[in-house]
């Protein structure tokens, strides 16, 4: 089933809720009510009193489906002859689903700290924070940037030089 935002108008969720609550009212009266032809997963029927059982209910030209268990609303309609059922976009389980995965997150950062505590507790203070590749890559760089400043200033000594000089024409 596709994800799909619906949006619920109050007469569509009171339906919804009245649905929900029929059963309970009918078998207060003494009314015998027939349970709706339901399906699992795959098509697999159900049994009409399995309390795993949907509830479907007419809204605006088409059908909520109902699942008792989980609480999950799905829009049916019929197209081409055949029946189609769309999950309604549920905000409540977007949000569980994105607080799971920032626990989880955090899980794994707060782990990965532990880690670099450790690594960092077990250093002694005159060992090198850098391997000895990168300490050489450390060395050619500052002899580089050593050259380019003595040069620049260099250049900068000469073009003093020359405006101090009177002109010679």
Known sequence: MGVIDVPMTVRTLAAALAMLALPAAAA???VQVPAPETHGAA???IAPDDESAFTMTPAEGRHLK?????????????????????????????YEEEIERLQSETERLEDRVGELEQE???RSEGEN???????????????????A???????????KRDLDQPDTL
């Open 43 to 45: 098509g697999e029927a």
């Open 129 to 147: 924070w850098i391997g000895p590749e990168d300490e050489k890559k450390l060395d050619e760089f500052l002899d580089f940037s050593d050259k």
């Open 120 to 122: 960092l507790a077990t």
């Open 149 to 159: 400043i003595r040069r620049f200033f260099g250049m900068v000594q000469d073009l």
């Open 66 to 94: 109902i699942d008792r268990r989980t609480g999950r609303v799905s829009v049916c309609s019929e197209e081409s002859g055949s029946w189609s059922c769309r999950l309604v976009a549920d905000d409540r389980l977007a």
């Open 28 to 30: 207060a009266q003494g």
